[in-house]
């Protein structure tokens, strides 16, 4: 029986991948509004390092795989952070400051998510896409196969090379288009990047067909309703509507869609938590009680390394609660709101996680709930005062709140990963904290290399490459709007009463014809830019495609194991590319170091553009196809 598993190299190796995958997942995120799960690339890369030595084991392998996507999806924190930058309380990001926030947020995320580890993981039939995945991945390395390492060399390189057109200006990087529809306005647009197709083959055909619904609403329903009689440019008129109003319909969709996932799983988290206890009980009666793969982390150790984190977060939150009334009063309901809104949020990301995988887990729709219900808390508690304050400590408090969100998202992933290669529950979860601990460290420095090199739309001197980070500003924005009273709930409420809608035709496709339509995804569909969520749609199609020729194959678990591999590669060398390009903007000082053609290049890059990404698309897919 294999026993090397929790290792000082395995946590070392993980902690080097840590860079590079939380370095690419902070840009992807910024960039596009969405991350994707490094377990996948973790373990390829993993297999082959740890492959020089000769007692290297899948069981050490999945504890690497394990501490590099816990800190790559913590990365998900610059869904929260940059609105701080954005609303000008923040100049840049201090480390201290931001590793602390990262830190125990995702550590009170690896806690929260322990007892619910047999309900969602053993219990549970969920699928865990990216989870099964990695298993199988891991497997593969055990057996010697290193073809999947050369595919996912092939995608990334592909890439990261398409991506070096974009930065040279060869190739166009996005084709949109506005126009008029009788007194409305609406457009279409899509970014051509490798990263969100490879994004849309990983969610799969019923997430991206959804999330293409929400295009649909947003922009062939809602836009052109809107715009309705406004005169104004077709682009200027559309875009306006859309951010000022349409996503916050969109934010109301996903709302409600993460309660009913709460409602609808609180029955299996209950019947974990008393599991939980159970095994507690058994531990202290004699180890030996309770098999090797059902050992998690004592739920005493649990609660009181909870208890000591909470206290931290409350000397943390007082350090930066600025010039607030009642600010005991505020710290003192902001750990409630912490535990309580934590708990909720480490249910319904680990089922979404499951259900979907953790790349297109709805992260930043939870998000838009925590600061909603933070600044509602602090608005009351407060009892008035100057808002900038109010909001600046509202999003302190979302972004520990988020932290749990992430790494529960990502929890329940890896140990299912283990589940399935017959790892030890309470090892992985010790690695899961090193892997908070890790990211925590890269985060900030990454952060601020981003700002520097582009700033942040919407933020105080932004310029026109500034990056987008839809979800920070959405987030922020919220934040203000509820601590002024400005917000309009009208839209909010409009798709609370969509999302009871598409929830309730959810419920009845899942049960008359076993696939179902997220509402989490329709609600992303609404609310993201559509150059950055139609490729995902596109993305989801082309797998769809390749994995019913898979069915035909030889080997159709391999052949659609390669096309998973591909993916992550399409995703990891283009987040890298651009994370190095963000290096040589601040660098050089140039907002397009990397130009190599004129302005007037422009007509004929977008020509060429979808050509090319189109031809490669297909090479790759073929190859991936013939690589099993």
Not at 94 to 106: E, R, V
Not at 143 to 150: M, Q, T, V
Not at 323 to 332: C, D, K, R, S
Request: proline fraction near 5%; hydrophobic fraction near 55%.
């Amino acid at each position: 029986m294999q026993t090397r598993e929790l290792t000082v190299r395995a946590i070392l190796l993980g902690g080097i991948l840590t860079l590079m995958f939380t370095a690419a997942n902070v840009y992807l995120g910024l960039r596009v509004g969405l991350t994707f799960a490094t377990s996948i690339p973790a373990a390829v890369i993993s297999m082959a390092l740890l492959r020089a030595f000769a007692n290297g084991t899948i069981l050490e392998n999945n504890i690497v795989q394990t501490v590099a996507s816990a800190a790559g999806t913590l990365a998900a924190i610059c869904f929260v952070l940059p609105g701080l930058v954005m609303i000008g309380a923040w100049n840049d990001f201090p480390f201290w400051t931001t590793a602390l926030i990262t830190f125990l947020g995702g550590f009170l995320g690896v806690m929260f998510s322990i007892p619910l580890r047999r309900a969602l993981v053993v219990d549970a039939p969920l699928p865990y896409p990216e989870g099964v995945a990695a298993a199988e991945v891991l497997k593969v390395g055990a057996s010697d196969n290193k073809a999947g390492l050369r595919i996912i060399t092939t995608g990334a390189l592909a890439s990261a090379g398409f991506a070096l057109l974009a930065a040279m200006r060869i190739a166009a990087a996005e084709a949109a288009t506005f126009f008029r529809v009788g007194s409305g306005a609406t457009g279409i647009s899509a970014g051509l990047s490798f990263a969100l197709l490879g994004a849309g083959h990983l969610v799969g055909i019923s997430v991206g067909l959804a999330i293409g619904l929400g295009i649909l609403i947003g922009w062939a329903g809602a836009v052109p309703i809107l715009t309705s009689g406004i005169p104004g440019p077709a682009e200027e008129v559309a875009l306006t509507v859309w951010r000022e109003q349409v996503r916050f319909f969109g934010a109301g969709v996903i709302g409600v869609a993460a309660i009913w996932t709460l409602l609808s799983i609180l029955g299996p988290i209950l019947g974990g938590i008393r599991s939980a206890m159970a095994a507690s009980s058994q531990r202290k009666a004699g180890e030996g009680t309770l098999p090797l793969q059902e050992r998690d982390l004592p739920i005493g150790i649990v609660t009181g390394a909870s208890l000591v984190v909470l206290a931290l977060i409350g000397v943390l939150l007082a350090a930066n609660i600025g010039e607030i009334e009642n600010a005991p009063l505020v710290i003192g309901g902001s750990l409630v709101f912490v535990v309580v809104a934590g708990a909720f949020i480490a249910a319904v990301c680990g089922y979404m996680a499951g259900l979907i995988g953790a790349s297109n887990s709805p992260i930043s729709g939870i998000g838009i709930l925590s600061i909603i219900g933070a600044a509602l808390l602090i608005g009351a508690v407060a009892g008035g005062g100057d808002n900038g304050p109010l909001v600046v400590y509202a999003l302190l408090v979302t972004a520990v709140v988020f932290g749990i969100a992430t790494i529960s998202n990502d929890n329940l992933q890896d140990l299912k990963t283990g589940q399935l290669v017959g790892a030890t529950p309470w090892r992985q979860q010790v690695a899961l904290v090193f892997g908070v601990f890790f990211g925590s460290l890269v985060i900030p420095p990454v952060l601020s290399l981003l700002n520097q090199a582009y700033g942040f739309a919407g933020a105080p001197g932004a310029g026109a490459n500034a990056l987008p980070a839809p979800q920070a500003a959405l987030i922020s924005a919220l934040a203000k709007g509820v601590l002024g009273g400005t917000l309009d709930w009208r839209m909010i409420g409009y798709g609370a009463i969509a999302g009871v809608v598409i929830a309730a035709l959810d419920r009845v496709l899942r049960k008359t014809r076993g696939k179902g339509c997220p509402p989490l995804a329709v609600g992303l569909g609404i609310y993201l830019p559509m150059q950055t969520s139609l490729l995902v749609v596109v993305g989801a199609v082309a797998g769809w495609f390749y994995d019913r020729r898979a069915k035909n194959s030889r080997d159709p678990e391999g052949h659609e194991r390669m096309g998973v591999l591909l993916a992550t590669g399409l995703i990891v060398g283009e987040s890298l590319f651009g994370v190095a390009l963000a290096a040589l903007v601040v660098g050089t000082g140039s907002d397009a170091p990397l130009s190599v053609v004129p302005d007037s290049f422009g007509s004929i890059s977008l020509i060429f553009a979808p050509v090319l990404f189109g031809l490669i698309t297909v090479w790759l897919y073929r190859r991936a196809a013939r690589a099993q």
